[in-house]
């Protein structure tokens, strides 16, 4: 097993950092790597914004649902998904790209090029003995987020970076199994088979939190999402993408 890998497989989010900023080269690294991230034909439809204003910080905090990690951490990192850059592209080519530009298509693959670049940045900045979150409670108010960051119209933040060094480390959450990932040549659809795996999986997470709280939450991963889903978050999105002229 090499450095990349054991840096990989060791990941846990870190909610909190000390009180120590990164360096203008390591934020340049970690944005290099970002970049250096396969990008669909080229495109590279995604721009980073780099949040140094305290006060900014702390209304993303706010945004976030008041996660006071977001306004204390070594750096900020806001991955979008832009294509306000192709718009200046078909004025500058005076090319016929506007329905290409409004198309589902060119959408999914702005989402895919900033979620590339942005796991990109995430390793990088593990690498460096740094540790990482992502903050994807900004789309809690985009509007408000868009006006703070001050971002043109095709232009949506979809979430936050947050990187700094580790003030404390949590245990690392057990992933699903790989048998429940991994399909081989055709999507394995044994229902029985699926909850089998899925209720041992519950029975890993359970243990889980028990060794975490010292037996005050012992709630499966099943219940997890079922309760997150129930809530219907964050349904305003549609109506918000389309006000950016996108996904058409």
Not at 141 to 166: A, C, H, M, W
Request: aromatic fraction near 8%.
């Amino acid at each position: 097993m090499n450095d990349v890998i054991e840096t990989i497989l060791a990941h846990r989010s870190v909610r909190k950092f000390e009180d120590k900023k990164l360096t203008r080269e390591q934020i340049e690294t970690i944005v290099r790597c970002a970049q250096a991230a396969s990008t669909s034909s080229f495109v590279q439809a995604y721009s980073i914004i780099g949040v140094t204003d305290q006060a900014k910080k702390e209304k993303l905090a706010a945004v976030a649902g008041n996660q006071q990690y977001v306004a204390d951490n070594g750096h900020l990192f806001v991955l979008c998904a832009d294509l306000h850059r192709h718009d200046v592209i078909r004025e500058m080519e005076n090319a016929d790209m506007e329905e290409s530009i409004k198309s589902t298509e060119k959408f999914m693959v702005a989402l895919i090029d900033a979620a590339l670049a942005a796991q990109n940045a995430a390793i990088a900045a593990e690498s460096m003995g740094l540790g990482i979150c992502y903050i994807g409670g900004l789309r809690n108010n985009l509007d408000e987020v868009s006006e703070i960051l001050q971002t043109p119209k095709r232009v949506i933040p979809l979430f936050g970076l947050v990187v700094g060094y580790p003030a404390k480390i949590n245990n690392q959450k057990p992933r699903l199994p790989i048998s429940n990932i991994y399909h081989e040549n055709v999507y394995q659809q044994d229902q029985t088979q699926f909850q089998n795996q899925l209720q041992e999986y519950n029975e890993t997470i359970q243990q889980y939190y028990r060794e975490r709280t010292g037996g005050k939450r012992s709630d499966t991963w099943t219940g997890q999402i079922a309760t997150s889903f129930e809530k219907k978050n964050r349904m305003y999105m549609n109506d918000f993408i389309k006000k950016h002229d996108l996904n058409k």
